[in-house]
């Protein structure tokens, strides 16, 4: 498996995967068609968001395809600069086999390059997988976000996690 930065020749898969985890994932913000990313439109966002220096976005490839993916999005106000909100996404069939350690581990050299200090994210309580990695990993539960989300008419809460570099 090879992890590396996103390139603009992989926009289309890019586009692709996030559709294809955001189908099979109960976890991800998005739902199955919520996106209506036109792959120009998605190259000038991409491109905007990697002229900030704390922003990238990490494609997992197995076999010359995409498997997954790790965006990491920066901010450019002064105060926050030093901080990186994460969102991941692993395709269902690739779940499992070490894309997710990957794509952090990636992740983790590169936050310490920028002189990222922490790393935060949003997990809803009952994605075990989920919450497993990012422990695995370090980072620790901060804050609950009560009701934050509505899955299958239900209410479901959100730990508000972070990690300190």
């Not at 920028?114 to 901060?142: Q, S």
């Amino acid at each position: 498996m090879k992890v590396r930065e996103i390139k603009a020749e992989d926009v289309e898969g890019f586009c692709k995967i996030r559709n294809q985890v955001d189908a099979e994932s109960r976890y991800m913000l998005f739902g199955a068609d919520e996106r209506k990313a036109d792959v120009e439109e998605e190259k000038k966002k991409i491109a905007s968001m990697l002229r900030n220096e704390t922003s990238t976005i990490f494609v997992a490839e197995q076999d010359e395809k995409l498997v997954g993916y790790l965006v990491a999005v920066g901010s450019e106000a002064k105060k926050k600069r030093h901080a990186v909100y994460l969102v991941i996404g692993v395709l269902e069939k690739a779940q499992g086999t070490g894309v997710g350690t990957a794509l952090f581990n990636k992740l983790e050299d590169w936050a310490e390059s920028k002189n990222v200090h922490r790393l935060e994210l949003n997990v809803a309580t009952p994605n075990e997988g989920g919450l497993a990695l990012y422990k695995k990993f370090g980072f620790e539960v901060e804050g609950l976000k009560r009701h934050s989300l509505l899955m299958d008419d239900t209410y479901v809460d959100e730990y508000y996690m972070g990690k300190l570099l």
